[in-house]
């Protein structure tokens, strides 16, 4: 029996000019008004996307976002933590360094602003993500010996691509690395996804992973996809996303997520 439905938003739930589609929203709002967690889970913090909680109505005690690809659980009102995990800037260091030798920009984030880091190149993380986020310019020796929710290099593709060819295994062993969009490679604690954070939710409320029907497109949907009982890829998603998952609907501008839920009757 499914009771909660957590959902990507880039690519996934939003549309490509970064909407709630109408059809989208009347069919989560009435699963919500069932019972269902409505649940959205993405790599951004709380406040920028509120206005899509506020738009399907996600504003009750019991209603919960997955933030920073998983490592901050957060309730949507109060704004109180249910689950937090970060890393620290001393594992940090080993990106700093690369980045540098590299000649890349990179954006480090706490759980209430980012940090662009002026040691380095110029990042444009703050022209996409166009978000109500405080952006502190730091040098990275600067920076507080804290934790922090991640770090991500935001530049041309084609620069990506260059730079996960050199990622070493040392990074591998130290990092979640994800391509969470062609323009952004995320760096999280080695063993966070969206699927920790789900989880610790899941746990808050008695459930399992039985519990979870979940919606994405990209890499770092890729552990709550191969985790939940139903695991829905857009057909917009890579082949190797879509392998990954139990089924596939609609691509994410053709309401592919009400074309899912709208036939699923295995509903709490």
Known sequence: MIKMVALDLDGTLLTSDKQISPRNEQALKALHQ????IVLCTGRPINAIWKYIEQLGLTNDDDYTITFNGALVIQNTEKTVLSQKGISKQKLQL?????????????????????????LKRSVYQQMLNAKIDFVPTDFDQLDADDYSKAVMATQPAILNDAFDRVTDEMFETYHIVRSQPKILEFLDHDMDKAV???????????????????????????MLKSAQVGVVMENGKDEIKRQ????????????????????ADFA
Do not use: R, S
């Open 95 to 119: 990106l700093h360094d690369f980045a540098q030798t590299n000649g890349l920009p990179l954006d480090i984030l706490d759980f209430e602003a980012v940090y662009p880091i002026t040691d």
């Open 34 to 37: 069932q019972g269902v967690k």
């Open 197 to 223: 954070g789900l989880e610790a939710l899941l746990n808050h409320f008695g459930w399992t992973f039985e519990n979870l029907m979940v919606f994405g497109d990209a890499e770092n949907d890729l552990g």
């Open 245 to 264: 998952g139990t089924d596939v609907t609609g691509t994410n501008d053709a309401d592919g997520v009400a074309e899912f839920v709208e036939k699923y």
